[in-house]
């Protein structure tokens, strides 16, 4: 049973940062994926983030980029989201997600495990 605990959400002003962690009960030394997605209030959830575990290599979607880094600490099993200039329009529940033995680190594909969420909510 794959287990992925999110923290580290809270309330910030705009420009502001915040770090989410996620405690996943996977070994990201192997050939996983583990992603970042947000669900804001009466929209669809979108992906902002993927982490290739065994590489380390990151994407990000082209609204976030140069603001949040993706990063993971394989000897812990964390993957963390380091949110920078964060903005208003930021504000959703954040979810770490993962797929397992992939060799696609994408959002077209299912993510089969998810976390309950952290809030992140920024001000103006």
């Known amino acids: 049973q794959v287990q992925l605990v999110e923290s580290g959400g809270g309330s910030v002003q705009a420009g502001g940062s915040l770090r989410l962690s996620c405690a996943a009960s996977v070994y990201t030394s192997n050939r996983n994926c583990l992603a970042w997605f947000r669900q804001a209030p009466g929209k669809q959830r979108e992906g902002v983030a993927t982490?290739?575990?065994?590489?380390?290599?990151?994407y990000y979607v082209h609204s976030v980029k140069g603001r949040f880094t993706i990063s993971q600490d394989s000897a812990k099993n964390m993957v963390y989201l380091q949110m920078d200039s964060l903005k208003p329009e930021d504000t959703a529940m954040y979810y770490c997600?993962?797929?397992?033995?992939?060799?696609?680190?994408?959002?077209?594909?299912?993510?089969?495990?998810w976390g309950q969420g952290t809030q992140v909510t920024v001000s103006s």
């Open positions: 997600a993962a797929k397992l033995q992939t060799s696609y680190c994408g959002f077209a594909t299912e993510f089969n495990y």
């Open positions: 982490i290739t575990t065994r590489t380390g290599t990151p």
